[in-house]
């Protein structure tokens, strides 16, 4: 159970660096450029961001944890962090590009290549266990959202 929680609170302070990275990149945008855009009628206020992803962040860890806890030396196992890595960076990416080049198509992209990658780890993690599975479902639904929001933006502007 040590070994687990250990893995888990890991997980945990590797997503949350990166979605505090991700807010850096983000913060001067949000209240400059940001702002200055044409948003759909279903974008939600500012505010609702920052908690949304800091929850996911820590459920993100949670199940990568999980699987981690399992051991790595398993085949799936190394199958479904390996995803669950690419699809971290392809996150972290999103901001970079979206917020920080100020590019929505691109941004487009980046988000529905992660929209496959964070499918599939879902699909791994799943083998492994189906709690740590489940634990990404919201984030997958949020980036659902945010693809949606991501292209009206970029259609609207």
Do not use: D
Not at 48 to 57: E, M, N
């Amino acid at each position: 159970m040590k070994r687990k929680l250990t893995y888990i609170l890991i997980g945990i302070i590797i997503c949350s660096t990166i979605g505090f990275l991700s807010s850096v990149v983000t913060q001067s945008s949000v209240t400059g450029w940001y702002l200055t855009l044409n948003k759909p009628s279903f974008n939600p206020p500012n505010w609702v961001f920052a908690p949304v992803w800091s929850a996911l962040y820590i459920m993100m860890g949670i199940s990568a944890g999980w699987v981690w806890a399992k051991g790595f030396h398993h085949k799936w196992v190394k199958t479904g962090l390996y995803h669950f890595g690419f699809q971290l960076l392809l996150n972290g990416l999103w901001s970079i590009v979206f917020f920080g080049l100020k590019q929505p198509f691109y941004g487009l992209l980046v988000i529905m290549a992660l929209l496959v990658v964070l499918s599939l780890t879902i699909k791994w993690f799943n083998v492994v266990s189906k709690f740590a599975a489940i634990l990404l479902i919201p984030y997958l639904l949020w980036v659902c959202f945010a693809t949606a929001l991501n292209y009206k933006i970029w259609e609207l502007n």
